[in-house]
């Protein structure tokens, strides 16, 4: 759940908050973006974060990073210049998030004094153009915006018609726009004789707006946008196979469109996530996900004892009270006397008469309890990790994801949950989830049809497998390494540019096309830099504008190269240059 912050750096910011001369609006919101990394890193660093200020330009200061610190030290450095300008902000975080797809859920933290602009450039400006102009390409980047979740902490009393103009034209472009966001505000604060809002006193604005007030924003900021979801995870029927995880960052609702122009369906996934069997990592491939999350074991950590200090004694816990008319009687009695057999430890305890229950540990810093507690989540990580495995789980009424361990560029190992689209015919080449068996279940003689497998380089073979990520990106590097090599390679560049498109074409993955033709924008870019040929530029031109030609989405069809008198003509119209 990839965050901008975003602070206002205009002028305005300096201004001193009405009754509290030792603060402005600048320190408060700085004080503000102190405390929600605060509360990030209390929440274990999961956000990766970005800072940008604006003026009439918006600067990036620091690009994503889970290193907090960095951010830290960027805030002081930065210095008001001049007005504010909201929509060039919001146009450059359009292109910051770019990167990041629209499956996660992306969020912007804008910390202002809700200047409302002036002229052109102002919110009153942009709502008088946008009018009636919602479907031009100069606005197309507000349907991207559209999909992030924009919080507005709103810094201002509510006795300043300068902050409350503001405000209610930052929400008139919110409802205007159609976007999803929120304005934390403080709230009016009553006059002690009227108890109207706009005549406070200085005395009120000094309990309206302060360092505790922002403080109280964040933390309603992070309640509603930072607060991972509690389920209940259990696998298999034995009592003990469940705890409570946390997911994060939270699953979004899902929207179920009705089949025959019905109404659609809002659907959550349960509070009780049911682990149905387990998979290799290899059968399930990379289907498509809704979205990805961290499983994490929710552990209540004890308070220390003022008193103790942390340095008293530590008793074993009483042993458990069998009962013998319990119809886990038999199991709760070996997985006490497999317990007593571990913990036994001759070296660090101290036993005192015949059969003591009551065990003192020579040397204890730490509580033991939160060390000793069985967690599900840890079993199930460690354990499908070493196998290599994956464990399918049930969401809701034919919902279903799948658990795994995932290793990231740092080498550290973090569980995670893919959730799948509904249904149970979501992943193809395994077929009906529900259908599902064990391998026992087959007779002799009798090999499984699912899943399909791709053992060589879909390139190698004469048809196109993309089960997996490393196909696809082995196809798509292999026409860059051919597009480096042009004019050299240029024929086996256009055969591997339309074997990709016709795959394309005919799983309908429209998408991959304009993705193409971007990264050969770009590449064309870099190599005009580097000072490569005209005609390799030119044909990497070509086959960016040909692909996205509506003509060529006909399988049928073959995009050939540029032809050499062609590539003259078109270099032959570029500007000459002066003759001295």
Not at 17 to 41: F, M
Not at 281 to 297: C, E, F, K, Y
Not at 313 to 326: Q, S
Request: charged share 20%.
């Amino acid at each position: 759940m990839p965050t901008i912050i975003a602070l206002d750096a205009s002028l305005s910011m300096l201004r001193p908050v009405p009754g509290r001369n030792e603060h402005t609006y600048q320190s408060l919101a700085l004080k503000g973006i102190q405390h929600l990394l605060d509360n990030l890193t209390a929440a274990g660093k999961l956000e990766h974060l970005a800072l940008v200020s604006y003026t009439t330009v918006c600067e990036l200061k620091v690009d994503f990073t889970r290193d907090y610190d960095q951010i830290r030290q960027a805030i002081k450095k930065i210095e008001p210049l001049d007005k504010a300008c909201l929509m060039t902000m919001l146009k450059t975080c359009v292109s910051l998030m770019a990167t990041w797809g629209t499956q996660n859920l992306l969020q912007l933290v804008v910390f202002t004094d809700c200047g409302p602009g002036f002229g052109s450039t102002s919110i009153a400006g942009f709502l008088e153009s946008y009018a009636g102009k919602e479907a031009e390409p100069e606005y197309a980047w507000l349907k991207l915006l559209a999909n992030y979740n924009l919080n507005f902490i709103c810094l201002g009393v509510h006795g300043d018609l300068y902050f409350t103009r503001g405000l209610a034209l930052h929400q008139q472009l919110l409802d205007v726009a159609s976007l999803k966001g929120q304005l934390f505000m403080t709230k009016p604060a009553k006059s002690a004789e009227t108890g109207d809002a706009a005549a406070t006193t200085g005395a009120s604005h000094k309990s309206e707006l302060g360092r505790t007030a922002v403080f109280e924003l964040i933390e309603r900021l992070c309640e509603s946008s930072y607060k991972s979801t509690e389920v209940t995870l259990k696998c298999g029927h034995y009592f003990r196979m469940e705890s409570q995880v946390l997911l994060w960052p939270p699953p979004m609702p899902y929207e179920q469109l009705a089949l025959y122009g019905g109404e659609s369906t809002i659907r959550h996934i349960e509070q009780r996530i049911d682990v149905c069997g387990f998979l290799a990592l290899s059968d399930i491939g990379s289907p498509a996900t809704l979205s990805r999350h961290w499983v994490l074991a929710k552990v209540d950590r004890e308070k220390p004892s003022r008193r103790s200090g942390g340095l008293a004694a530590v008793a074993k816990p009483a042993k458990l009270t069998l009962d013998t008319g319990n119809p886990h009687y038999e199991l709760e009695k070996l997985e006490q006397d497999i317990r007593d057999f571990y913990t036994k430890d001759a070296k660090d305890t101290e036993e005192s008469g015949d059969d003591a229950d009551v065990v003192v540990l020579k040397h204890s810093s730490t509580s033991q309890s939160e060390q000793q507690k069985d967690t599900l989540c840890v079993l199930l990580h460690g354990a499908l990790k070493l196998e290599n495995m994956a464990a399918l789980v049930l969401l809701g009424e034919k919902w279903y994801g799948f658990m795994y361990a995932y290793t990231d560029i740092k080498k550290k190992s973090n569980f995670m949950l893919n959730i799948l689209p509904p249904g149970s015919n979501v992943i193809p080449w395994l077929g009906d989830l529900e259908l599902l068996g064990f391998p026992e279940d087959l007779t002799p003689g009798e090999t499984a049809s699912f899943p399909v497998r791709a053992e060589r380089r879909s390139y190698s073979q004469s048809s196109v497998v993309w089960i997996r990520q490393a196909s696809l990106q082995s196809d798509v590097q292999k026409v860059l390494r051919h597009a480096k090599k042009m004019p050299d390679k240029t024929q086996h560049f256009y055969k591997e540019l339309n074997r990709i498109r016709r795959a394309a074409l005919a799983l309908g993955f429209v998408e991959l096309l304009e993705a193409l033709a971007l990264l050969l924008e770009k590449e064309n870019a870099q190599l005009t830099l580097n000072g490569v040929s005209t005609e390799c530029t030119l044909q990497l031109q070509h086959a960016a504008t040909e692909l996205r030609k509506t003509s060529n989405r006909d399988i049928k069809s073959t995009i050939v190269p540029l032809q050499k008198a062609t590539a003259a003509e078109a270099s032959a119209t570029a500007p000459a240059g002066y003759l001295y």
